[in-house]
């Protein structure tokens, strides 16, 4: 099912409870990705400012990339989406899953 630009949200609510629009969303050519703007392209995506094919595109990201984000925020909150703490987030829940 293909979402219409007039079904489309104008604005979704960004990681810091702000209104996020296209217009303030990260710019496609942003090369370093902070933890905030990790967090603003999760946040479109999920309320469907972007789809998932927008924001690969526009931010050159793999489907695998922008989904561990998703998970990232899903599982941790912001402090997920940090480069130092993924490995260790990780581990965390892969041992929660072998011994749940």
């Not at 998970?71 to 912001?78: F, H, K, L, N």
Request: proline share 5%; net charge positive; aromatic share 6%.
């Amino acid at each position: 099912m293909f979402q219409s630009d007039l079904d489309r949200p104008d604005k979704v609510i960004g990681p810091l409870g702000e209104a996020l629009g296209t217009e303030n969303l990260p710019p496609p050519n942003t090369s370093r990705w902070v933890v905030r703007r990790k967090a603003e392209v999760v946040a479109a995506v999920n309320g469907g400012l972007l789809t998932i094919a927008e924001a690969c595109e526009r931010y050159n990201l793999t489907l695998e990339e922008l989904a561990s984000w998703q998970r990232a925020v899903d599982r941790e909150g912001m402090a997920g989406l940090r480069a130092t703490r993924v490995q260790h987030y990780r581990q965390v829940h892969e041992r929660q899953g072998r011994y749940s």
